[in-house]
C-alpha cells in the first residue's frame, strides 16, 4: 500500500483542527441562539431559507445531513410558527418549506448577536486571510465532493 504524498499528509493534518473547529462553531451557535425559540440545529436550515423556500431534500444536500434529520427540524420550526409548507411547482410532492414573518423576525433577533460575535473573532484574523480561507474551504469542499462521486 503507498504511502500519502506530502499533499496527503497536509490534508490529514488538517482533519482534526477542522473537526474542532465544527465543535467550536457548534460552542458558538449554542451562545448566540441561547434564549431564542431556534436552536443551532434549525439556524443552519433556516439560514439557507432566507432569499428562497427550498425543499427538505435540498436542505439536507446543501448541509450534507440526512434526509429525516432535516425533516424533523423542518416540521418543529413549522409547528413553531417560525417555518410554514409552500407549493412545490416543480415537485407536487415535495413541498418547500420557507421562513413565516415569525421566523424572519426570530432570525432578525439573533442578527446583533452573530454581528458582534463575528466582529470579535474576526478581528484576530483580518479581512484577507479571512477572505483567503473562505476560498480554500470551498475549495476543498469541493475537491472532496468531487472525490466522493
Known amino acids: ?4 504524498t ?3 499528509e497536509a490534508l490529514t493534518g488538517l482533519v482534526m483542527p477542522v473537526f474542532e473547529l465544527a465543535a467550536a462553531l457548534d460552542k458558538a451557535a449554542g451562545s448566540i441562539t441561547e434564549g431564542s425559540e431556534i436552536t443551532p440545529a434549525m ?21 450534507g445531513h440526512a434526509r429525516q434529520s432535516v425533516q424533523r427540524l423542518a416540521n418543529v420550526a413549522v409547528e413553531t410558527g417560525i417555518a410554514e409548507w409552500r407549493e412545490n411547482p ?12 415569525h421566523g424572519y423576525a426570530e432570525l432578525a ?6 454581528h ?4 470579535a473573532v474576526a478581528a484576530k484574523l483580518g479581512e484577507q ?4 480561507l473562505s476560498q480554500s474551504v470551498k ?7 468531487d472525490e466522493a462521486n
Open 116 to 119: 458582534k460575535w463575528a466582529n
Open 139 to 145: 475549495e476543498l469542499t469541493e475537491a472532496i465532493r
Open 43 to 63: 439556524w443552519q436550515v433556516l439560514g439557507l431559507l432566507i432569499d428562497d423556500p427550498l425543499s427538505v431534500a435540498e436542505i439536507a444536500r446543501r448541509l
Open 6 to 8: 506530502p499533499e496527503g
Open 1 to 4: 500500500m503507498p504511502g500519502r
Open 109 to 114: 433577533a439573533l442578527r446583533p448577536r452573530q
Open 90 to 101: 416543480e415537485h407536487k410532492r415535495s413541498q418547500l418549506l420557507a421562513l413565516t414573518k
Open 129 to 132: 486571510d479571512l477572505l483567503h
